[in-house]
Nanobody
Framework: QVQLVESGGGLVQAGGFLRVSCAAS????????MGWFRQAPGKEREFVAAISWSGGSREYADSVKGRFTISRDNTKNTVYLQMNSLKPEDTAVYYC????????????????WGQGTQVTVSS
């Protein structure tokens, strides 16, 4: 079992930045690929970014490439999502997720999920 707890969400103006974190506990975090997803009101949950257990492989949705950076610190069992140049369309609940093996972009490919943290970008 893996428990995931997100933090760091909030309200920010367009063009601003925010970093959300996800603290993991339970089984060996360092062997899990981690992903960030988001869900806006009335929309389906969508992929944002993913990182391999070593940090050597990262993937991003086209909508966030060049603006968001995913990273992890296995000594702290934590994964981060640095979000720069935020836009109103980035407003959503952001979820972190874990899976054993390689990083994937599909919602259904992750086994464990956090409760989410709200990110609101005002125009």
């Amino acid at each position: 079992q893996v428990q995931l707890v997100e933090s760091g969400g909030g309200l920010v103006q367009a063009g601003g930045f925010l970093r959300v974190s996800c603290a993991a506990s339970g089984r060996t975090f360092s062997r899990d690929a981690m992903g960030w997803f988001r869900q806006a009101p009335g929309k389906e949950r969508e992929f944002v970014a993913a990182i391999s257990w070593s940090g050597g492989s990262r993937e991003y949705a086209d909508s966030v490439k060049g603006r968001f950076t995913i990273s992890r610190d296995n000594t702290k069992n934590t994964v981060y999502l640095q979000m720069n140049s935020l836009k109103p369309e980035d407003t959503a609940v952001y979820y972190c997720a874990a899976r054993y093996g390689a990083p994937r972009v599909g919602v259904n490919e992750y086994d464990y999920w956090g409760q989410g943290t709200q990110v609101t970008v005002s125009s």
